[in-house]
């Protein structure tokens, strides 16, 4: 199978480069090789590959930058999944895109199905609903698949940064009032994997969207305690105390939604595939950080 993928040195990308590799040949692609935003040279890309698999791991994902690089922010993560949309139904070519908790506003107070009604607070997420949007409104076949608080060992995300922090600091204030899923990048490229290893039938069959994160869900302050007690070099810590704070001590320039969970049972039903807990994926992710 002929697979495009976009965002290879993303935490996602990186890590479906590497689980998608024995189900095809794989193209895979991020800025050295094509500017998104160059609309016309992506749709060349795609009619010149012709690819039977398209997967986007591409995104804009900074996302109090976003508050301030709205156009930027919407050509990336909703035109560009709309022209992806068009070119896979062009070839017939299946798509696989990825969205976000942060469609939510997040006052739900339980976990979000695929048929509660987004509402989202920043930049960021309407950019990513705008995308899906984009998508949906394109006859074709595809999976949009949301997810939530997404980690890996590489590179400066959520459990880097805590343990990072954890080595300069005596005291961490984290905040306990956003809660979500911790979702190993990991895992999730290599349950996408495991579908795509079925055959695209399987996608053109269960098109749609839903949820697919890490199993159970976490404040930021749980998961960084989590992280601190998995940390396999944890002597080297300096910090003493980890506290719990609000989310109104650490002004953003995006509002975050509080309670954006994702209930991804709609997946595991469908697909048969179980989420590991995120507890579990976390142990992996410390273990494994390659
Ligand atoms: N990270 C999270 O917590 C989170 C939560 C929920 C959902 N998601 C979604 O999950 C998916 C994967 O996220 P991720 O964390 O793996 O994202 P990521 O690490 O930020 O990777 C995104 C990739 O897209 C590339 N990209 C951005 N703009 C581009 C452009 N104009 N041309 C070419 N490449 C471009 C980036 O390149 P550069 O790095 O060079 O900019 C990067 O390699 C995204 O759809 C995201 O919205 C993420």
Known sequence: MKILLFGKNGQLGWELQRTLAPHGTISALDYAELDLQDFDALRKTVRELKPELIVNAAAY??????ESESEKA???????????AEEAARIDAPLIHYSTDYVFDGSKGQPYTETDLPDPLNVYGKSKLAGEKAIQAVSGFHLIL????????????????????A???????????QVSNPTWARMLAEITSQV????????????GLYHL???GYASRFEWAREILKLDPKSKEQTV??????????FPT?????????????????????NLPSWKDALGLAMDNPG
Not at 61 to 66: G, L, P, S
Not at 74 to 84: K, M, Q, R, W
Not at 198 to 205: K, L, P, Q, Y
């Open 213 to 215: 994160a890490g199993g």
């Open 74 to 84: 919407f050509a990336i993560n909703s035109t560009v999944p709309g022209i992806l």
């Open 253 to 273: 320039p995006a509002q975050r939604p509080l309670f954006s969970a994702l209930d991804c049972s709609s997946w595991e039903s469908n697909f048969g595939l």
């Open 196 to 207: 795509v290893a079925r055959g695209t039938n399987i996608v053109r069959e269960r098109k």
């Open 146 to 165: 949301r997810t939530a608080w997404v980690y890996s060992l590489r590179g400066d995300g959520f459990v880097t940064k805590v343990l990072k922090w």
């Open 240 to 249: 003493k105390d980890l506290l719990p704070s609000p989310t109104s001590e």
């Open 167 to 177: 080595r300069q600091n005596e005291t961490l204030r984290i905040v306990d009032d």
């Open 61 to 66: 994902t900074n996302v109090d930058k976003a």
